[in-house]
């Protein structure tokens, strides 16, 4: 048999990128389809499901590459939201320093948070990331100033200019092409990330750690990086967030949210390159038609997880990969 030539791709390669480029199309082209169905409250929903695959990717950054169980990512979201949701209550109008300023708070968190988590491992991490998150969920609480438990509501949205372009967010279409386009860029990052040296190294340790550190590798320094790389992702998304609903409270920090992004990362598949993506669309879309029909949706959800944890242990996208090899075979 004839071997293939260098640089060629498989047939499931092929069908792969092809699928890939018809969601970007028609991710593209939804806010006009939306438009001409009269339809444009769904936009808002398509805008939630990128802000929280945002988020979930960045989670599976953490759970599915790096092996570290952190029921603790919400606190980074939680800081991004509070973070520009603050700076716009001050008065401070531009989205580039609430950028600044979202990365500056969400990386120096990362750093004091994974310096300490991670000299631990299995339940001790995943308590210790918990107590954070928790701890600034009741600060958020205590904090009259900003709302308190009654949240903080912002009247105005992050302005971003450049070459005398301005972006308003506060437009339904041009929020939903910037979570869009940061979905993508995070995704294209991963993408690269995963065959790198540098993400070869973090999947060893999350394989073996003990190994890993016995040959050499920096272990600390690497998970640090990356916990830090993800908790910074997942303040833009809180970012995102707070600029799409006008609202923050502290339960964007709670435990919960945590175990939210948990699930749409199982769901959608650990360690798979959209698997947030796809946890997050599967998660949000069965709530809105579930919630049409009875009050208990979760229950049914739970349900779905438990089938995709015994028979689908890579979860949607690794079935969809499976199923489209069985077709390229026949």
């Given amino acids: 048999m004839a071997a293939p030539l260098p640089g060629a791709r498989s047939p499931v390669s092929r069908l792969a990128l092809a699928l890939t480029a018809a969601l970007l199309a028609a991710a593209l082209a939804l806010p006009w389809l939306l438009a001409a169905m009269d339809a444009d409250y769904y936009l808002s929903l398509a805008s939630r499901i990128l802000v929280f695959a945002i988020a979930a990717t960045s989670l599976n950054l953490v759970l599915g590459y790096g092996g570290m169980v952190s029921f603790g990512h919400a606190a980074f979201v939680g800081l991004g939201a509070y973070t520009t949701g603050i700076l716009i209550s001050e008065g401070v109008p531009s989205g580039w320093l609430h950028l600044l300023a979202t990365l500056g708070v969400t990386v120096i968190a990362g750093l004091l948070i994974g310096s300490i988590s991670l000299r631990t491992r299995g339940v001790y991490f995943i308590m210790i990331t918990l107590a954070f998150a928790q701890m600034l969920y009741y600060l958020a609480n205590s904090v009259k100033a900003y709302g308190g438990d009654e949240g903080l509501n912002i009247r105005t949205r992050s302005q971003f200019g450049f070459a005398g372009f301005e972006l308003d967010l506060k437009d339904p279409q041009v929020f939903y092409f910037v979570a869009l386009a940061v979905l993508v860029g995070a995704l294209f990052l991963l993408m690269r990330f995963v065959p790198s040296r540098f993400g070869r190294a973090v999947q060893a340790l999350r394989d073996d750690d003990v190994r890993a550190e016995a040959l050499g590798l920096p272990t600390l320094r690497y998970k640090l990086i990356v916990f830090v790389v993800a908790g910074a992702l997942g303040g833009i998304a809180g970012a995102l967030s707070v600029n799409l609903t006008g609202y923050v409270s502290p339960g964007v920090l709670h435990w919960t949210q945590s175990g939210t992004l ?69």
């Fill in 262 to 330: 948990m699930v749409m990362v199982i769901l959608g598949g650990v360690a798979r390159i959209g698997g947030g993506a796809a946890g997050a669309a599967a998660l949000l879309l069965l709530q809105e038609v579930l919630s049409a029909y009875t009050l208990h949706w979760e229950f049914w959800v739970g349900w779905l997880l438990l089938v995709v944890v015994l028979f689908a242990r890579q979860g949607l996208t690794g079935l969809a990969a499976d199923l489209a090899a069985k077709v390229m075979r026949r």
